[in-house]
């Protein structure tokens, strides 16, 4: 008799069909049509939007109501949104992009804008003509939007960057706040030291920097260089990008920052795990808008500070993110219509405060001054104040520099943990982000 | 009995009738229950499949139309250190998870087979881990369990000893997807009961009347019949764990870090696809590691001739 009945042509067929199992599928090409002139008819049946964003959840909350504001003003027209965190949101954009079916109404940064606009999946909001008006906004905010001539985004608030410290904890340590208009990065690693040693593993002095492209625009501007040219070429140098990554490393060495391993677990956790929301690092690299989602998640007093050595034209205004719209969209006038009560209404801007930014449009921004908390005021007042050392704006950043978070958490990781010397990380680093943009 | 084995013996007793119209009669008709399969199977394996091969010849950015580039992408694989190096954490994972996951699988088995009493509760709770070990939620846990203020580091706690950030540190994070997978064992377990189930008692009641020892019996009866399924096994879970992608996307974040040492292959073909609109690039990658496993598993079969024993 046959003991096992497992044949030799069972287990090659099942070895078979596992093999062929595999994920080998994509998803095919689309054509992308043009939109022609104007933004056309607003229809009386019913309409369905979709919208999609990233962020927190307050800002979650906030847009959920901007949302249902709308739908109130507009009774036939339906908004369904969709949002996720950073990370996920460029990935599921991209897919649902390639599956021809992206949202109408997009959230966009300026790491990706010219990305999808140079792809054709943006609407050149230039077509919607009067339906959506741009005129309240200054003309650096609205060019900020532009892909070569074309309007392919419009910004929803302006942010710059900073450092948010935890009053508290300076205090705890017994360390004064630096006056950040003159303070030097000695005097940052000096500071930071002090209050690290005084925590001994309870806080640190500070958060690393190394995993998004803020903090190496403001080196890259302190050291008279520059990540970008307007040709949408690499030009950083090797130095520059070297010394970044040395003062880190130094800062890391003296206990200054948190260890490496602390620091990569907390980075992959978002705003709401990070050192400076669970009042575990004095200072923190931050865009000055994310100081009131900050604030909420710390529960203490939290203050915007100016990076060392950033005065005389160091500073530049970053858009904080845009609206955008798919040029696939089915309801040009809906949202057009949509898109002008985001950017232009005082009922969302009541609601939105500073969020998103400081509001772009400059009607709106001084007419939600009364409606703000303490802590929007300080993200306003920290904006002003820079005005004067603000200098030229950054170049656009070309298609495929999206790309480069990845390879700055990739090359901050390795040289945190020594596999790789600083000169060879920023060789790599520099080559890599060429080759992404080229593709 | 397998219904593969009953289907192939069924076969065979056919071949000497000359019924041939009834057989075609009966072809038609299996064709038409099959038609489902075969629609899914063109539908969702094959049309995709072909796709994608065309797409790995191409420049395709999932904005715009592909462009046609010959053997460019297979080429830029040669100089491309992370393929490189998710290459080698892939390798890294299949040999060491596999046979340390196959051997556990195994001494369960054999303990179980020793009629525990309450056999179907113990077999239920090691075969659970299997049913949830790539899903996302136990790789959000498993991020927890391994944190630096985590389950492990807690228990190391008790005994003085100072822990660390297991997922956080490019030496261990792959160690902790590595026993994560070990942890699910309990597939290849069930089908270990179930190969034991059908070696003959006799075997053992003559090895034990000629005096033969416990492990003497287990190394000449035990293993020599289990062969298949360990083959069988052996070789569904290489592929597996070639295709494990959910842990390390979920662990990392999405990244393979930290410094790409968890770069799973399949993770690095996702973010060349999805993150950096390099799907040509992504599909040409999909093929070769449809042409590894290919080779692995044609690699296993060839060697099996020399170990693998069949009792038919």
Known sequence: MSGVQFTRRAAGFMAFAAASALALSACGPSATPQGSEGAGELSSEPVTLTMTWWGNDTRQANTQKIIDAFEKAHPNINIEPSYSDWAGYWDKLATETAANNTPDIIQMDALYLSTYADRGALLDLSSLGDALNTSDLPQAAVDSGKVGDSLYAVSAGLTAYSLVANTSIFQQAGVELPDDKTWTWKDFAEITKKISDSGAGKYYGASAYGFEDGALRMWARQNGDQLFDKDGKVVIKQETVKSWWDELKKLTETGSVAPASTTIEKQSGGLSESLSATNQAALGFWWNGQLTALSKASGQDLKLLRVPESSGGKYWYKPSMFWSASSRTQHKAEAALFLDFLVNSQEAADIQLTERGVPANEKIRTAITPKLSETDKAVVAFLDDLSGDVGEAEPVTPPGGSAIEALLKKYTEQVLFDQVSTDKAAEGFIKDLSSEIQN | ????????????????????????????????????????????????????????????????????????????????????????????????????????????????????????????????????????????????????????????????????????????????????????????????????????????????????????????????????????????????????????????????????????????????GFSNFDMGYASAMAWVLLLIIGAFTAINFWASKHWVFYDD
């Open chain 2, 1 to 272: 009995m397998s219904a593969l084995g009953e289907l192939h013996s069924l076969t065979k007793r056919e071949k000497g009738q000359p019924k041939v119209k009834v057989k075609h009669r009966h072809n038609k008709a299996a064709y038409l229950f099959l038609l489902p399969w075969f629609l899914g199977l063109g539908i969702i394996t094959i049309g995709p499949m072909i796709s994608s091969l065309i797409l790995s010849f191409t420049k395709y950015n999932l904005l715009q139309a592909p462009k046609f580039i010959g053997f460019d992408n297979y080429i830029r694989m040669l100089s491309d250190e992370s393929l490189h190096q998710s290459l080698g954490v892939t390798f890294l994972y299949v040999f060491v998870s596999v046979p340390v996951q196959l051997g556990m699988a195994l001494a369960l088995a054999l303990l179980l087979d020793r009629g525990v009493r309450g056999l179907a509760f113990y077999r239920s709770v090691f075969y659970l881990p299997s049913l949830l070990g790539s899903s996302v939620a136990i790789a959000v846990l498993w991020k927890q369990v391994f944190g630096t203020e985590g389950l492990v580091n807690q228990f190391l706690a008790m005994f003085g000893i100072a822990g660390q950030g297991w997922i956080s540190s490019p030496q261990t994070a792959l160690g902790t997807l590595i026993i994560l997978n070990v942890w699910t064992f309990g597939a290849p377990m069930v089908i270990f009961l179930a190969g034991l189930r059908q070696i003959p008692t006799m075997y053992y009641e003559a090895a034990s009347t000629d005096g033969a020892s416990k492990f003497r019996q287990f190394r000449t009866i035990t293993l020599p019949l289990l062969t298949p399924i360990i083959f069988f096994n052996l070789v569904l879970q290489i592929i597996h764990a070639f295709q494990s992608f959910t842990q390390a996307f979920i662990v990392s974040g999405g990244s393979g870090g930290p410094a790409e040492s968890t770069l799973f292959y399949t993770l690095y073909l996702y973010i060349r």
